[in-house]
């Protein structure tokens, strides 16, 4: 009929996302700025899958925020770093902030991250902004073949 080709369909917009990876020697407050400006302070941070803090937010242009803290692997590895700073079971250096960490072990932690935030927000495109090292474990994400998304 006429009105059948004047019908409007309504799409479900993905809900927009975006996940901020620090660099090396550095921890989720780099983003502070950034995130003070275009997401109002709701920016929670996510270690080893799980929520820290306040839920997301969207901001005006109805975009979340989220940021890891990497270092999960950090406390049971026996990695010493370049520097050899790190020792298995130091108790005071667990909040290395994933700086003795392989770049595999920190695509885990994005995986994880990836799919606490699906879990919250399942119809949802995820944006990956990653300074320095923050870079190098979104693309060991990417580069996973047994990432699904």
Not at 134 to 148: C, I, K, S, W
């Amino acid at each position: 009929s006429k009105n059948d080709s004047y019908a409007v369909r309504l799409v479900r917009q993905p809900t927009q996302v975006v996940l901020f990876l620090h660099g090396m020697n550095s921890g989720p407050e780099t983003w502070n700025p950034i995130v003070s400006n275009y997401f109002n302070e709701s920016c929670p941070t996510i270690y080893n899958g799980a929520i820290k803090g306040i839920y997301s937010i969207p901001n005006t242009q109805n975009t979340h925020c989220f940021r890891i803290e990497f270092g999960a692997f950090d406390a049971t590895s026996t990695n010493k770093g370049l520097d050899g700073a790190w020792t298995y079971g130091e108790t005071n250096n667990y909040d290395s902030a994933g700086d003795y960490s392989t770049f595999s072990q920190l695509g885990i932690e994005v995986d994880k991250a990836i799919n606490r935030i699906k879990k919250i927000l399942p119809n949802s495109q995820i944006l990956l902004v990653g300074h320095s090292r923050g870079g190098l474990a979104a693309r060991a994400f990417l580069q996973n073949p047994n990432v699904t998304y």
